[in-house]
């Protein structure tokens, strides 16, 4: 299954690029306010479309991951805490009342 994935990972960055150095032409950029860059080659305006989508999708992963990551540490600390109760039992003796043992004569 992990071959799989990286034969995957492989093939959608190869057309991907393939696509990507077929459009190389110069493109016009207009921002707002009337503010035009003009002959930026096609691929470097894909490059950083992609990578700031990216850095986007990251920033947005990032508060799930560090909720994961602080539940597994509770959860870790949870089975050690059971893991050392089940392998060294705490000697428990409670105060036995003498009936139970000898129970009292009638007089």
């Known amino acids: 299954m992990r071959y799989l994935v990286w034969v995957l990972r492989l093939l959608v960055f190869v057309l991907v690029l393939l696509f990507a150095l077929k459009n190389t032409g110069p493109v016009d950029i207009h921002f707002y306010s009337d503010y035009t860059v003009t002959g930026i080659p096609l691929i470097v305006v894909m490059l950083v ?3 700031l989508g990216a850095l986007f999708g990251l920033l947005l992963a990032v508060p799930a991951l ?3 990551r ?3 540490r509770k959860l870790q600390r949870d089975l050690r ?4 109760r089940y392998a060294h ?3 428990q003796t409670q105060a036995v009342a003498p009936e139970t043992v000898a129970p009292l004569s009638p007089l």
Do not use: I
Request: proline share 6%; net charge positive; charged share 40%.
């Open 49 to 51: 479309t992609f990578v």
């Open 66 to 68: 560090m909720r994961r």
């Open 70 to 72: 602080r539940e597994t």
């Open 81 to 84: 805490r059971l893991q050392d």
């Open 89 to 91: 039992p705490a000697v």
